[in-house]
């Protein structure tokens, strides 16, 4: 038995549990849980402007928590004791506090402007991202103004960038979040799914000679992004018949030189990264490149300052007052304390529709873990789901269990003072439902309030909304550049201050690797001619067989 185990035989707590902030945090919470928002609201008429931050050109409102100031205080006392502040540090400074993979996680570099030193491993890495951002400013300048020529002499018309996960999600994201800021002549695509679907669906009305690929991936060895580069590679060569035309139509970004030469892409078209930059916190790296591309480097230039006006926040502002620590928190309030085990994301901006998929893997392979840094295995939850839908279409749909049903969900609603595409009333009312939803959610309708409407008795239970329930609020001027810089920042380091109270590490996803080592053994076993030999359980083995026998090469197929 190991020591943990040891101590909590003896009925003794361990680690963050252990922490008198968390204690006192548990404790409290039972004072908390009677509370209503109502009354919260109505014993304290400045609640709303008091408990809202600013930083950065976005505005916070946390005020619809189910929270005390009391809460606030042992929270940010937790956060103490679990020494955030020197942990933010740690990260700025470049330390190894990817334990678990023994790195540094210097995102935060990518965004550094040019004067500053960031120094990890003795090397001062500001110039060489720098450098990286200057190649891919000339190549993007060279393919939007028409210089960059594919190999029978066209111009490129369409982008292509295939990756997954964070070699897919951010510049995804980033591309439908900026179409407004976008190069409009151009087509943009981004295949990443194995199932060959999405990449016949993304090239079959594009022509080789005037598609561009871009080909991401930090380890360079990722089997869906290698299997679509190939068929990219294919298609390509099927109709420009001839080897030379793949440096004219394939760039790579990756940290893998050798990989991405082994592939036949020339060197010269790589776009570098490094180890410390994670693939779900790369969408400022050259994995952006399809997004500079699309926007320019300027407006590329724009975004990366939101990110740093974020970074600069987060590392300088006091806990109270810092925007991410405060969203961090709350967090890990209403998922270890209020037992909300999900956190739905709302963005009334359909620009961001893809924002709630970028999150999840940002916020889920960062989170989900289930040992702590040491190894030791934690007895709390750690990362709750994230999900969402862009607003208002959400409300027609998955709303109502958020209104009614027995779960608590606390939702981020994130929008926008002014459009990007004036149309009639619109704005107003998308905006008018971000704030009728967050007031419905937290006051409700009481019985009191349903029977004065005349509702009959039998009615009135299925009308009866409790309400209590939390919601932050996010609004911004206008979505920019900047601004989505700044607010992806603001969720990265929420997801870090989250990892810091739970003790894990947030930077490395060992959980995805068991899938990868289990596909790469049953594809052959799919794809043989001569019946296999199988080894595993015996649901997974009928699977196999049942698709061998109905594709056509299983035992039986043709009787
Ligand atoms: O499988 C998960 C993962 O390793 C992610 O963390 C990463 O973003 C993605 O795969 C893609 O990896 P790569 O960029 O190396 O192709």
């Excluded at 299997?227 to 893998?256: I, Y």
């Excluded at 750690?382 to 749909?397: D, R, V």
Aim: aromatic residues 8%; proline residues 4%.
């Amino acid at each position: 038995m190991n020591a943990q185990a040891e101590r909590r035989q003896r009925g003794g707590e361990v680690g963050v549990r252990a922490l008198e902030a968390w204690t006192g945090l548990q404790e409290h919470c039972r004072a908390v849980e009677p509370l209503h928002l109502r009354q919260l609201f109505a014993d304290d008429p400045k609640r709303g402007e008091r408990l809202a931050l600013e930083a950065a050109g976005l505005y916070l409102d946390y005020s619809k928590n189910r929270i005390t100031d009391e809460t606030l205080r042992l929270l940010l006392r937790l956060a103490e004791q679990r020494g955030l502040p020197a942990r933010i540090e740690a990260m700025f400074r470049g330390e190894h506090i990817n334990v678990s993979e023994r790195r540094a996680v210097l995102h935060t570099a990518l965004r550094a402007p040019k004067n500053e030193r960031v120094v990890t491993d003795g090397t001062d890495v500001v110039p060489e991202v720098q450098a990286v951002l200057e190649r891919m400013a000339r190549f993007a300048e060279q393919v939007r103004s028409g210089q960059w020529l594919g190999h029978t002499g066209k111009r490129i018309r369409n982008v292509i960038s295939i990756g997954i996960g964070g070699s897919d999600l951010g510049p995804v994201m980033a591309y439908e979040a900026l179409r407004f800021y976008g190069e409009r002549t151009m087509t943009f695509r981004f295949v990443s799914n194995v199932d060959g679907t999405d990449f016949i669906e993304a090239t079959r009305d594009l022509a080789p000679d005037e598609t561009l690929f871009i080909i991401c991936s930090k380890t360079f060895k990722t089997l869906e992004t290698l299997t679509n580069a190939h068929a990219a590679r294919d298609w390509s060569l099927r109709t420009l018949r001839d080897e030379r035309a793949v440096a004219r139509h394939f760039v790579a970004v990756s940290t893998n030189a050798e990989g991405v030469a082994q592939f036949g892409i020339d060197t010269a078209n790589m776009f570098e990264f490094w180890d410390w930059v994670g693939g779900r916190y790369s969408m400022d790296s050259a994995i952006g490149l399809s997004t500079m591309i699309a926007i320019g480097p300027q407006q590329f230039r724009d975004m990366l300052a939101g990110f740093h006006a974020m970074d600069q926040h987060f590392r300088t502002a006091p806990l109270a007052q810092n925007m991410p620590a405060i969203m961090g928190l709350l967090a890990v309030w209403n998922s270890n304390f209020l037992g909300a085990s999900t956190v739905a994301v709302l963005p009334y901006e359909q620009y961001l529709k893809r924002f709630p998929a970028y999150l999840q893997q940002l916020t889920m392979e960062s989170n989900g873990k289930h040992v702590t840094g040491g190894g030791e295995r934690v007895d709390y939850d750690t990362g709750p789901i994230y999900w969402g839908e862009p607003g208002t279409n959400g409300q027609h749909s998955f709303y109502q269990l958020i209104h009614q049903g027995t779960r608590l969900i606390p939702c981020d609603f994130i929008g926008f003072c002014q459009t990007l595409n004036p149309l009639g009333p619109q704005h107003d009312l998308l905006i008018a439902n971000v704030f009728a939803q967050s007031e419905a959610l937290a006051f409700g309708k009481s019985e009191q309030e349903v029977k004065a409407e005349g509702t009959p008795d039998w009615l009135v239970p299925h009308r009866i909304c409790e309400g209590n329930r939390p919601s932050n609020t996010i609004l911004a001027e206008r979505l920019t550049p900047a601004t989505l810089g700044t607010l992806v920042a603001l969720y990265e380091h929420s997801v870090f201050t989250q990892g810091v109270m739970w003790d894990i590490d947030s930077f490395d996803q060992w959980g995805v690797e068991l899938g990868k080592q289990l596909a790469a053994r049953t594809a052959p076993e799919l794809e043989s001619v001569a019946e296999p030999k199988l080894a595993h359980d015996s649901s997974t083995n009928a699977l196999i067989r049942r698709y061998r026998r109905l594709k056509g090469t299983g035992a039986g197929a043709r009787a």
